[in-house]
């Protein structure tokens, strides 16, 4: 299997995070990428490197706000030459809606730009999501780690083939909970968002053309594929789930321990909105009480329900996170204790009736036991590669 990794992701690395009132070390480190990249490396006659390519800022500008990128590649710079602590960007204050409102949108969004701590505090939604040096440099490479994934995976299936056809990302940072206009939750960009709209939005032939410059915008003319993103990290990724609520462009099922973080978003009565309506579904998660058997079964029971298999989704994409496992110590399943369960789970997206046969897109999410995540990504890939 091909997979798509570059060092540059490496250059991320803030100093702390508050979570839970604590001020502790940033649970998603460089040592998440590494401990995977030393798995897939040792398998040299499974897995193959394939370098990551610049696509542009265009793919990204379909997902995301011009200003809000245009905020992740300059904020750092602005921050420190406004005199602020070289550490890191954070938010000291959010326009919650407690505050804000009683006044009209246009009133409260015009103070963005009226302080520096108001620029941040509008495009971040927690306090575990600093921006430092490297973080514009690592989430635009993240973003380009999944697009050339995307694109690898177009070419292998018009190669075509009687195996599984899949491709893995291996982004980090991780994307899931970044919005349209904000990041939270580690995410600054949206990886498996920006795949999903680069899969709507071109063909090979199309992709190819904005891969060589000869075209510097993606072209609007309807979808040409249909996605479905099942997330199976341990958290809702509410960044997926928002930007594509009201769109049947992009069918989105997240499986998620619930209620856990971010709190306000994941449970099974948000199914979409307008023309999305009936294509977003959660599946909240008991994490003190599921076992990996009963999750694989749940798993399953809607891969093959009536509605995905209807759905007939041209691309699968996998937001894959390892935190459901266990011991992890941001999320952890408590009974999901069998490493297995994860080569079972790549074996159901190859075999499931709602998944198989489609050209699968892995995409690397959250995980946070760092000397087990290499082996936990090689379970879920040899067993998708492997499924018969
Ligand atoms: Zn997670």
Not at 366 to 381: D, E, H, I, Q, R
């Amino acid at each position: 299997m091909d997979f798509v990794y570059s060092e540059i992701c490496f250059a991320h690395n803030p100093p702390f995070e508050v979570s839970s009132g604590r001020w502790q070390p940033h649970s998603e480190s460089p040592a998440r990428l590494a401990s995977i990249h030393k798995a897939l490396t040792e398998l040299p006659s499974v897995f193959h490197l394939v370098s990551h390519r610049d696509f542009g800022l265009d793919p990204i500008l379909r997902v995301h706000s011009p200003d809000f990128v245009e905020y992740l590649q300059t904020i750092y710079q602005e921050w420190v030459a406004a005199g602020r602590t070289p550490q890191g960007v954070l938010p000291d204050s959010f326009p919650h809606p407690a505050l804000v409102n009683h006044l009209p949108e246009n009133r409260w969004k015009a103070s963005t730009n009226s302080s520096i701590e108001a620029k941040v505090s509008t495009y971040a939604f927690d306090l575990g999501t600093m921006i430092v040096d490297g973080t514009w440099k690592a989430a635009i490479t993240s973003a380009n780690v999944a697009l050339t994934a995307s694109y690898r995976l177009m070419e292998l299936a018009k190669a075509g083939g009687d195996k599984p056809i899949g491709t893995y990302a291996l982004c980090r940072p991780p994307g899931h909970h970044a919005c349209r206009a904000a990041s939270g939750g580690f995410c600054y960009l949206n990886n498996a968002a920006i795949a999903a709209q680069f899969f709507n939005d071109h063909d090979l032939e199309t992709a190819t053309k904005l891969l060589n410059g000869e075209v510097t915008s993606t072209p609007r003319s309807g979808v040409k594929k249909k996605v479905l993103i099942v997330d199976v990290d341990y958290h809702h990724g509410n960044g997926t789930q928002s930007i594509f609520y009201d769109t049947d462009n992009v069918f989105y099922i997240s499986f998620h321990g619930y209620p856990d973080y971010p709190y306000f978003t994941g449970s099974a009565d948000e199914t979409g909105s307008g023309q999305g309506e009936g294509y977003n579904i959660n599946i909240p998660i008991d994490a003190a009480n599921t076992t990996n058997e009963e999750y694989l079964e749940k798993l399953k029971k809607v891969l093959e329900s009536e509605s995905v298999v209807n759905y007939k989704a041209d691309v699968i994409i996998v937001s894959l996170g390892f935190d459901t496992w266990c011991e992890d110590p941001v999320g952890g399943i408590i009974h999901f204790s069998d490493a297995n369960a994860y080569k079972e789970m790549g074996q159901l997206f190859a075999t499931a009736k709602g998944t198989k046969s489609r050209p699968t897109l892995f995409v690397q999410e959250g995980g946070y036991t760092v000397p087990k995540l290499g082996s936990f990504a090689v379970n879920v890939l040899q067993g998708f590669m492997d499924a018969k």
